[in-house]
């Protein structure tokens, strides 16, 4: 008997994010699909493991016109989902892991940051290819679960290489795609492979607190220089060539340097 692909999806954004729902519907058709994601919004929690006091795991019904799939929400970080997808509800070895639909860009070095990377990090580290997507929204969409935001493209481009990753795989060395969407694209949109930029895309920005008590938070806004930014990284091809930036990323955070030159570098 030969079994239907099995697809993990989680979000960042938490188990009521439409962008999480537009990822299952796009590829409901090519697998078995599994749903855990975080209860509440986990934005910016990478791929951390929080303690938790409540460590129960809820069956949820999701708001899906292709059916019912097995969905379920936990207290839980992204990364913690995924590993508890794997752990303790999978009943197979799952195919692919889909992090996303995320609102909001992805970009340069502040990948790490996110949980919608950090999911897909948990993914590959059990041997999982996987997908992290985002789509550009305006920044004060980036922590609410506002039905303004068309994601309609971004489900394009996630059934596509859901498509492909599942008939290909990856190639050997790369662990997960990391892929951004932006809001002008359209289907017809090319999309470029990319590096993933050395420069910070979101620059924090001073809160404008007087006393160190006032309740006022540090904001950010993108931070883009045509003239420094790498002319083959996921911030240029993503905010000036404005096409849709996939990035080829691993788990293996070894700098790409002979071992011999540290040795040689630092030795008495």
């Known amino acids: 008997m030969t079994h239907r692909p099995l697809i993990l999806i989680t979000n960042d954004d938490g188990i009521e994010s439409p962008g999480l729902h537009a990822a299952a519907e ?3 058709d090519l697998g078995e699909l599994l749903i855990v994601a975080p209860s509440t919004q986990r934005t910016g929690a990478g791929r951390s493991y929080p ?8 069956q949820v019904e999701l708001p899906l016109s292709t059916g019912h799939p ?18 303790e509800l999978a009943e197979r070895p799952i195919d692919l892991c889909i992090s996303g639909i995320n609102y909001g860009e992805n970009l340069g070095s502040g990948v790490t940051i996110s949980g919608t990377i950090g999911a897909a990090i948990e993914a590959a580290t059990f041997g999982i290819p996987a997908l992290a997507l985002s789509l550009e929204t305006p920044k004060e969409f980036h922590l609410n679960h506002s039905t303004e935001i068309d994601f309609g493209v971004a489900a394009h481009f996630t059934r596509l290489f859901a498509q ?8 050997p060395g790369v ?3 990391k892929i951004d969407i932006p809001a002008s694209a359209t289907a017809q949109t090319p999309w470029r492979s990319t590096t ?10 001073h809160s404008g607190r007087k006393q160190l008590h006032d309740q006022l938070q540090i904001g950010y806004q993108a931070n883009i220089d045509p003239d ?3 002319p083959e990284s996921d911030i240029y091809i993503f905010s000036i060539e404005r096409q849709v930036a996939v990035s ?9 340097i002979h071992l011999a030159d540290i040795t040689r570098f630092y030795r008495d």
């Not at 097995?70 to 752990?87: E, N």
């Not at 993933?196 to 920005?205: E, L, Q």
């Open 26 to 28: 796009a590829v409901a």
């Open 51 to 58: 303690p938790v006091n409540d460590k129960a795991i809820y």
């Open 70 to 87: 097995a969905a379920y929400k936990a207290d839980l970080s992204p990364a913690q989902a995924v590993m508890t997808a794997v752990v």
């Open 164 to 171: 492909r990753i599942l008939a290909r795989g990856l190639l």
């Open 175 to 177: 662990d997960f795609l």
């Open 196 to 205: 993933v930029s050395r420069h910070r895309y979101y620059m924090p920005v």
């Open 228 to 230: 420094t930014i790498e």
């Open 248 to 256: 080829p990323m691993t788990i293996d955070l070894t700098a790409p």
